[in-house]
């Protein structure tokens, strides 16, 4: 079946970003909305079609569901080694299709009234065009270097986003620590695309996954410190992953991304962009998998299980809403690899893939749910601090009970979307690695428990008293987050055992009982905990946290990963190595350059005297020196 | 061959045409002069080549040729100049030569 058409689906949005881009200063705040949302509308439209389809119409053949490439020669290395450019239909992009059109849609509508009077107001629609196009490319890359092309540009989106209110000192600063954070992360996954290509002669991602392919039973060809070469491209990858899903320990940059308009956090930082490093992980799954048994994959879990469990633990301690909400994200990144990283491969095996996909697709909407309704109260009290909130759930009754069904869903409540992903997960866990399923099930009591104070600070709590009424949002931003919401209750039906799985030919999954309901008493235990604390004003939650002790001054200081990086940086870095070559630079290399031009300049000054600055004296010159050679030449010839 | 003149006469006269070019390029104050100068240094080459044409190989035409190539250049020369020098009587209102020095640096 010919599917060239999808190729749409990332240029529309390009088209958006150009047309609002050029013609910045012309286009009518109004229009520039218009266009933006027209623009994702239509390429949300293309994408439910490509999936109805993929699944329906095109279908299983022989069982599995086949990718489909279509892609031209891009570059050519040698012979054997060259980059495409393509776009690559499996389920996993599909389902990656339909959750970044729907959130990037929701958050296209959501800030025509979130933006409303702000100045930059188109250039922020050309700049979500450009995000959606960079994203779409990315889901839909063919090889690696594809995607680490479109991966760069996710990254300049972000940063243009995060850097939005630019004249806002915390927003640059916030913006540029993205950046080069991100950026470093992925010198790890450039030398990983280098090494694989040196070593199989291909980016391919249909040729690198194939079971029965060179790539991955040749593993063992080349060693390098007792791991296989390619292992180490798959960590180095893995690195990169790690970058931009904000996994530990570089997870420093999304906290401080929250600096960004808010719809942005939903979109970039909640529920796409940073799902791209588990996007990358389950793209390359298979070598994941069989390469040195699993080695990368090891690493991937227990650095998805340590990331969710620290973020977690942080996330209790913060009083801005929007970075209770980054951590929160983090921890739910890290459960997302946790679970990739004890899946196995084929049939009911390859779960804990299936439950990581599903969980990645639940996330996105309930977490950009969560962040618009963030955003809507926000734009309501004008701060992101608990403590100037509470008792809103008069003032916002659609946001109230919007937010309330995506906390519900994320702290894994019967029978919403969250309780269905999370359960397929802690089942992963359990039958591969009984200590990662203890964190699991650790990180969800606590991640009910750290939403619930959020909700219970926000919509309860003391009865805060405001300055002018805080009032319901305009329909712009109610409407996205009743849509999200509908999606949060319902997406856990989807039979995603069914579609989207590690061996695409799907498996039967059922309810694994006792473990649902381990899982529900934890979650309950934890919004009960946070109902007794934070429901009615009361100086419990001080208390307890007193008993903590040093444990809670540190997890409200992050602890204090933010001064480790900028001791390293700036103390030892900075001081004892950049500035010495600084100064080699500028005083030996620049020095020795200047040097020779200053001297030119002094002795051309003491020499120019010599020039008359007459044409004749030159000429005489001249005419004196012919006339002496010829004396001499007459004279040697007659001798 | 031109009957009654040899080579040598003819020789010495374009001798003394080049050595007062040359004499009138070094000691004249004025750029106009100085050009002209120049003219009467070409002048003589070219006659010369035409007289050792003419002497040398009677019966083919390069010299005269070159000649009159180099009249052409002289023409394309002297314009240049001209204008070069109006231009720079634009600038500081002479055409002498020690005035001209404000160009050395």
Known sequence: ?639 | MIAGISIYEILTVTSILFFTGVYGFLTRKNLISILMSIELILNASVINFVVINKYLYPDILQGVIFSVFIIAVAAAETALAVAIIINLYRQISSVEVKDTEIMKY
């Not at chain 1, 919509?459 to 009032?471: I, L, M, R, S, V």
């Not at chain 1, 590690?502 to 498996?507: C, I, L, P, Y």
């Not at chain 1, 120019?608 to 007459?634: C, E, P």
């Open chain 1, 1 to 639: 079946m010919n599917f060239t058409y999808i190729i749409l689906i990332p240029l529309i949005p390009l088209a958006v970003f150009l047309l609002l881009g050029i013609f910045n200063q012309k286009i009518k705040p109004a229009i520039s909305g218009y266009i933006g949302v027209g623009g994702l509308t239509t390429s949300a439209i293309l994408s439910f079609y490509t999936a109805y389809q993929y699944f329906f119409v095109h279908g299983k053949v022989d069982g599995v569901y086949q990718t489909l490439v279509q892609k031209t020669t891009w570059m050519n290395f040698t012979d054997t080694l060259a980059i495409d450019m393509g776009v690559l239909v499996d389920p996993i992009s599909i389902m990656m299709l339909i959750v970044v059109s729907i959130v990037s849609l929701m958050v296209h509508i959501y800030s025509r009234g979130y933006m409303k009077g702000d100045e930059g107001y188109t250039r922020f629609f050309a700049f979500l065009g450009l995000f959606s196009f960079s994203m779409f490319g990315l889901v839909l890359a063919t090889n690696l270097f594809q995607i680490y092309i479109f991966w760069e540009l996710v990254g300049v989106s972000s940063y243009l986003l995060i850097g939005y209110y630019y004249t806002k000192n915390s927003a640059v600063a916030a913006a540029k620590k993205a950046f080069i954070v991100t950026r470093f992360a992925d010198l790890g996954f450039l030398i990983g695309i280098l090494i694989v290509g040196y070593y199989t002669g291909t980016f391919d991602f249909e040729t690198l996954n194939n079971p029965e392919g060179s790539a991955i039973l040749n593993w063992a060809a080349t060693s390098f410190m007792g791991l296989s070469v390619l292992t180490w491209a798959l960590i180095l990858i893995f690195i990169g992953g790690a970058g931009k899903s904000a996994m530990f320990p570089l997870h420093i940059w999304l906290p401080d991304a929250m600096e960004g308009p808010t719809p942005v956090s939903a979109l970039i930082h909640a529920a796409t962009m940073v799902v791209a490093g588990v996007y990358l992980v389950a793209r390359l799954f298979p070598m994941y998998y069989f390469i040195e048994d699993g080695f990368a994959l090891n690493i991937v879990a227990y650095v998805g299980a340590f990331s969710s469990l620290f973020a977690a633990i942080i996330a209790i301690t913060q009083t801005d809403i929007k970075r209770v909400l980054a951590f929160s994200t983090m921890s739910q990144l890290g459960y997302m690899m946790l679970a990739l990283g004890v899946s196995g491969y084929d049939g009911h095996n390859g779960v804990g893939y299936m439950a990581s996909m599903f969980h990645l697709f639940t996330h996105a909407m309930f977490k950009a749910l969560l962040f618009l309704g963030a955003g809507s109260v926000i734009h309501a009290v004008h701060s992101n601090y608990l403590k100037d909130m509470g008792g809103l759930r008069k003032y916002m009754p659609i946001t109230n009970i919007t937010f309330l069904i995506a906390a519900l869903a994320i702290s894994g409540v019967f029978p919403l979307s969250g309780f269905w992903s999370k359960d397929e997960i802690l089942v992963a866990a359990f039958e591969h690695n009984k200590l990662i399923y203890g964190v699991g099930i650790f990180v969800a009591g606590l991640t009910a428990f750290y939403m619930f104070r959020l909700y219970f600070g926000i919509f309860w709590g003391k009865n805060t008293k405001y300055e002018h009424a805080p009032h319901e949002s305009p329909i712009s931003m109610t409407f996205p987050l009743v849509v999200l919401a509908l999606i949060s209750v319902f997406s856990g039906f989807i039979p995603f055992s069914e579609l989207v799985t590690a061996d695409r030919s799907g498996f039967e999954a059922h309810l694994n009982i006792p473990l649902a309901i381990v899982a529900t008493i934890v979650g309950f235990v934890g919004i009960i905990l946070a109902y007794v604390f934070y429901k009615k004003e009361n100086d419990l939650s001080t208390k307890y946290a007193k008993s903590f002790g040093l444990f809670y001054k540190w997890a409200s200081h992050k602890f204090y990963f933010d001064e480790i990086y900028m001791f390293v940086t700036k103390k030892i870095l900075f001081n004892n190595v950049a500035a010495p070559i600084a100064k080699f630079d500028k005083k030996i290399v620049d020095g020795t350059m200047e040097g020779i031009g200053n001297k030119t300049v002094v002795i051309s000054k003491k020499i120019k005297g010599m020039q008359s600055g007459k044409v004749q004296d030159y000429a005489f010159a001249f005419i004196a020196g012919v006339v002496i050679v010829a004396l001499v030449f007459i004279y040697l010839w007659t001798n």
